[in-house]
């Protein structure tokens, strides 16, 4: 696609969920990265995808984080058993090829409140 | 390791005064430097980078942002402000030798405008 788009674009859930998050980056993009961007904070990086494999997932704050990448494209950043401090919005950014000194696309978000 | 430091919070400046948003820098090697824009409601757009060459780097909406490397600084500059360039600026580094391509972004600073 033209961009880089997330789904859904805000979520509440229910303290002890399971919630699914979706990245679609752009069509030919190698590398996906997953940031997070909490209420007056920087973007914490989470995880980054060349194709399906995910050679850094340093960032990934607990077991209760997984992220997959399918086909090359889409990648779903799920997280269990949610708690409060999962609260945040999550942020999916593409770019062509990781290693090459170029800035990334971003997706607008997903704005993920437990209640 | 790599890590990006925004030491102001927040920036006040009158329309059509000089702008600066500071950012300093670490890495273990060589320096992938970029700055990003995060307007109300909408995502984060790349405005620029320094891979390597001229220190002095331009971008768009009439911003540049000079790298020095003594300093390890990548201050973000506008020579005239604009009440539209009201927003949340992130610095972003990544080390060219040895970060894999992990983005490290800063805590950010926002950026106002006054007219």
């Known amino acids: 696609g033209a961009g880089v788009s997330q789904s859904p674009s805000n979520k509440v859930t229910e303290k002890g969920k399971d919630v699914e998050l979706r990245c679609d980056p752009i069509?030919?993009?190698?590398?996906l990265y997953w940031y997070r961007q909490s209420l007056g904070q920087g973007l914490e990086f989470l995880i980054y995808f060349q194709g399906n494999s995910a050679p850094d997932k340093s960032g990934l704050p607990s077991d209760r984080f997984s992220a997959e990448r399918t086909g090359g494209s889409v990648s779903t950043l799920t997280i269990q058993r949610t708690q409060q401090e999962d609260s945040a919005v999550y942020l999916c950014a593409s770019s062509v090829t990781g290693g090459e000194g170029r800035g990334y696309t971003f997706g607008s978000g997903t704005r993920l409140t437990v209640v | 390791a790599q890590s990006v430091a925004q030491p102001e919070d927040q920036v006040n400046v009158a329309e059509g005064n000089p702008l600066t948003v500071k950012c300093t820098y670490s890495v273990s090697g060589n320096p992938y430097l970029f700055w990003y824009v995060q307007y109300p409601n909408r995502g984060l757009q790349f405005l620029l980078k320094y891979i390597t060459g001229d220190n002095l780097v331009k971008g768009s909406y009439g911003f540049e942002a000079e790298f020095n490397k003594s300093q390890t600084s990548f201050h973000l500059k506008k020579p005239s402000a604009l009440v539209s360039d009201s927003a949340l600026y992130f610095c972003?580094?990544?080390?060219?030798?040895?970060?894999?391509?992990?983005?490290?972004f800063g805590a950010g600073t926002r950026l106002f405008v006054k007219a």
């Open positions: 972003a580094v990544r080390d060219k030798d040895t970060g894999g391509f992990k983005t490290i």
């Open positions: 069509s030919g993009h190698t590398a």
